[in-house]
């Protein structure tokens, strides 16, 4: 008996050791006043989210993770603490789909920038949570390459900055209450259902997610969205949308795996992605710049003047020999059945992540038994906001849900 209690007891503190070496270090990186908080706050969701009473501190997080191929390295993030701490729990918020590592939530100080971090940050933290927020894989300070669209790989990131977090607040003697929450916009709404279906692998009460919120993910990366890049794009934003999108795909597996991004891309369009994504332009100059090259090339805004054939004809026929296609199919994160609480956010104009991806989510879920006591989807039908200028409102209808839950 005696050998059973110790046994334990080790298995316990090894536990404890894990958790505490999973940390490397972790830095105060700002301060945002209750004014300041309130005066963003009102610019981003006007009246839809309760102001601020406590400032919220702010602290970059470097943690241990392993990458896509299983190697380790080390990450970083952000964290948000309401400085009268977070009684209602810990926030895990993955960010959408950025190649300017300037824009990632590690580098958010509390001054404005326009950023997801700054979104989140405002939606959540002013409200009793405290929020954490990992770079991914190729992001902030890791100089790897990010494993787009990849969301199981980006989930671990998600996943493995969890108990650090934790670590920190006991270290800070901030006080978090023990529920523990998922979000995501855009790419991040992907990562965070793939999140949520990694957490409910897991055990321990470290890991049981209370609830999650995701707004307009990709979650059908196989279908919805291979469907969404073989149509003719309704404008030119949305066609050079798709191009830094699959462009940002292709440079990926290009870095990663030695794919030629001629192989995707007609050769004038492959030099300008191979160059514009060398990790130094912010997005808006990537996107211009493939706008540019796409004119010159006269594409006339169609997708099949700067594709090549043999990519077009592997979107169409959903050929898995292609290691794009391939890695798209097993991203894919909608044909399961979560046992934890979901609201499933989308906008009814998104040109971006159009909304079939939530619709087909549901209705995949329903399928397999899923009732409207674990998943419900909301749709904003403000037919105004894009998937850009919709974000902070997905983000006040998270912050309402996981105050009050399904309200009826």
């Not at 190697?71 to 190649?99: M, S």
Request: include cysteine.
């Amino acid at each position: 008996m005696r050998k059973v209690f110790f046994s334990l007891v080790i298995g316990l503190l090894l536990t404890i050791v894990s958790f505490a070496q999973n940390l490397v270090s972790f830095t105060q990186s700002g301060t945002m006043t209750v004014a300041q908080t309130n005066q963003m706050m009102t610019k981003a969701f006007g009246n839809r989210v309760a102001p601020a009473t406590e400032a919220i501190e702010l602290y970059k997080i470097s943690y241990r993770s392993r990458d896509e191929k299983d190697r380790a390295v080390t990450l970083t993030g952000l964290i948000a603490f309401p400085r009268g701490g977070a009684p209602k729990g810990l926030i895990v918020f993955n960010h959408g789909t950025i190649a300017d590592r300037r824009m990632s939530p590690s580098r958010f100080t509390g001054k404005a920038n326009n950023s997801e971090a700054q979104t989140a940050t405002l939606a959540f933290a002013s409200g009793g949570y405290a929020v954490v927020m990992p770079d991914y894989l190729g992001l902030g300070d890791h100089q790897g390459a990010h494993p787009y669209p990849l969301g199981a790989a980006n989930s671990l990131s998600a996943v493995d900055i969890i108990e650090p977090a934790r670590t920190i607040a006991k270290r800070l003697k901030i006080n978090i209450g023990s529920n523990l929450f998922v979000s995501g916009y855009s790419e991040g709404g992907a990562v965070g259902m793939w999140t949520v279906r990694d957490l409910e692998k897991k055990s321990g009460a470290d890991y049981e997610v209370t609830s999650a919120a995701l707004g307009s993910g990709p979650y059908d990366l196989s279908g919805v969205t291979r469907k969404w890049l073989l149509e003719s794009p309704s404008s030119q934003e949305e066609f050079v949308v798709k191009l830094y999108l699959t462009g940002y795909m292709a440079d990926y597996f290009h870095k990663s795996t030695g794919v030629k991004i001629v192989d995707y891309f007609k050769p004038s369009m492959a030099f300008t992605i191979d160059q514009a994504f060398k990790g130094k332009l912010t997005d808006e100059a990537i996107i211009k710049r493939l706008a540019l090259a796409a004119v010159l090339m006269r594409s006339k805004n169609s997708f099949d003047n700067v594709i090549t054939p043999r990519f077009k004809k592997a979107l169409e026929t959903l050929d898995t020999k292609d290691p794009v296609i391939r890695e798209m199919l097993k991203s894919d994160c909608y044909d399961w059945s979560p046992r934890t609480k979901m609201l499933l956010i989308n906008l009814v104009n998104d040109k971006v992540v159009i909304p079939e991806n939530t619709a087909k989510a549901l209705e995949t879920m329903r399928r397999r038994g899923v009732g409207a006591n674990l998943v419900r989807q909301h749709v904003v039908n403000d037919a105004r906001l894009n998937h850009v200028t919709g974000m902070p409102v997905v983000m006040a209808q998270a912050r309402r849900f996981f105050d009050e839950g399904f309200t009826n």
